[in-house]
Structures are given as C-alpha cells and as structure tokens.
C-alpha cells in the first residue's frame, strides 16, 4: 500500500501520516475502530481485510472518503452502486476471490485425482462464509466429490480441525478467502503438512510458507492499486469518479518440495499452468 502512495507522490512519515488499526481477526471490533478513525481529522480511510471493514467504514461515515479491497462483488455487498461509477464516498478493488471457489477445487482434484472428499475450511464470523460454503457445495456436485464444510474461528480450532477431516475421510482441503485465515498462514500450512492433507489456498504467500499450492489474485498488487487510489484522492479526486478496478491476472504457485514430500507428482498441466514452481 504505501508503494502504491508513494507512486502518487506520498512518503509516510514525509508528506503524510497513517494512522493504523487491527481487529486481529475479531470482526465484531471492526464498527468501533472504523467509529473511532472517524473522529480523527483523516483525508481517506484505508480499508483492508475484505467487505468486513469496508463496510464498518461505510457504516461510520457518509463523508470521509473510503478506499476498500473486496473478496466478492462491492455492488452485491452494497459498497458500490456500480463498478463503473461507484457513487457515494466509496471505491477500491474487487479481489474476485470469491468466484475463484470452483477453479481452485478443480485444481486441487487435479493435483489429487483419487480423492472421493473435499473439505473446505471456512470461518462462519467472516461475511461472506455462507456463500463460500454454498458455492463450494455447488462445485463439488460439478466435479463429482463429495465437499465438507468445516468451521474455525479461532487459532486453537484449525489444527483440531483439520485433524477431524482426516478422520471422517476428507482426502484434502481448501481454504476459503478470509483475511483471519491469511493471518494465520504460518500455523495453517504447519497443521497441514502435520496432518499430510494436500491443500490449495487463495493466494501465493501459503505456499511460500511451505502449503502446496494456491490459485488466486495477487494481494501484493491489489494492496498496491489501494494505494494509488488512496494518493490519487489526496490529490483531490472523489471516490464517486474512480471505477472499481477488477484483477485480470490470477496466479497458480505450486511448492514442489510439499508436493514430493506428500507423495503427489506434479501433472504436467499444472506444471504448464503455474505461473510459479517452488522448488
């Protein structure tokens, strides 16, 4: 974010101060701390972490500018009146990470044909969970296995949780956008490769860490496109005027040493596909 401000002019600590705040996961703390920003004498509120924050922003104020990264559709989740022309006080970035559910289950039977059952790990404070859960559902029918759905919430419950899909037969595990879940990557890749699960994430960073592979948009550019809206609105442009910017590059990253280590070769398709092969 602050390469995206500084690509409009703007070095923290320079020619512009930031003011942080973090619900650590906690999205009930999110329309206090948003309440709390308002009363400050800000240009534009940042907001990160999906269509959670965004719309406690939304919710805190009518007048300060808000810049937003969302997982799903702003207009579905009322940030927006249109992609084109926002309107209001409101613009920013649409993930798409929502509709990347299907692609990345396919990729993860791809990967491990043999499987009957897939467990998508999902967390049920988070907004969009019911609809992660569903499309999940959905897509498993299409591709002919059997999706679980299963729930954190909490650091403690991943690995007991992921313990449980091995016993009642999940053959592997996706994990669906949450900014909790991204938080927590280090502790998620290390409960998976302790369970021996073959698992697919929602961005690069997981199997960086050590998971097996992730299909999804690039957070860092996201977060940096954040950025220059937020500069560009410093520099006077209203938020009603900037369309929504959608991602047009989705990234495929597959760690080759998780996958030798849990016995999984590589198909060549994939292989063609990834943009990226950690050895």
């Given amino acids: 974010m602050r390469a995206g401000l500084a690509k409009a002019g703007y070095i923290e600590g320079q020619n512009v101060s930031i003011e942080y705040r973090w619900a650590e996961g906690r999205y009930d703390r999110l329309p206090a701390l948003a309440l709390e920003l308002t009363e400050r004498q800000l240009a534009v509120i940042v907001a990160h ?10 919710a805190a104020t009518q007048t300060i500018p808000i810049v937003f990264n969302s997982g799903g ?67 498993g029918r299409v591709l002919g296995k059997q999706v679980h759905i299963a729930t954190a919430t909490s650091e403690g419950e991943i690995g007991t949780v992921i313990g449980d899909l091995v016993k009642h037969g ?50 860092a550019d996201v977060y940096q496109q954040v950025g220059v809206y937020a500069g560009r609105i410093l520099k006077g442009e209203k938020p009603a005027d900037l369309p929504v ?23 060549d398709r994939l292989l063609a596909l990834a943009d990226e092969v950690i050895e």
């Fill in 245 to 267: 910017v959608q991602p047009t590059k989705f990234e495929l990253v597959i760690n080759a040493k998780t996958a030798k280590a849990l016995g999984l070769p590589i198909p």
């Fill in 73 to 139: 559709d702003p207009v579905e989740a009322g940030l927006v009146a249109s992609l084109n022309r926002p309107g209001g006080n409101a613009t920013g970035v649409s993930m798409l990470f929502l509709e990347l559910g299907s692609k990345q289950l396919e990729m993860l039977q791809e990967m491990v044909p043999k499987i009957a059952a897939i467990a998508v790990l999902v967390n049920p404070t988070f907004a969009s969970a019911e609809k992660e859960a569903k499309d999940a559902v959905a897509a």
């Fill in 49 to 58: 972490g999906g269509e959670p924050s965004a719309l406690a922003a939304k």
């Fill in 170 to 219: 999940a053959g592997a595990l996706m994990v669906a956008p949450d900014p909790f879940f991204f938080a927590r990557r280090e502790h998620l890749v290390a409960m998976a490769a302790q369970h021996a699960v073959p698992t697919i994430y929602f961005s690069r960073e997981f199997p960086e860490a050590g998971g097996l592979m992730s299909y999804g948009t690039s957070i």
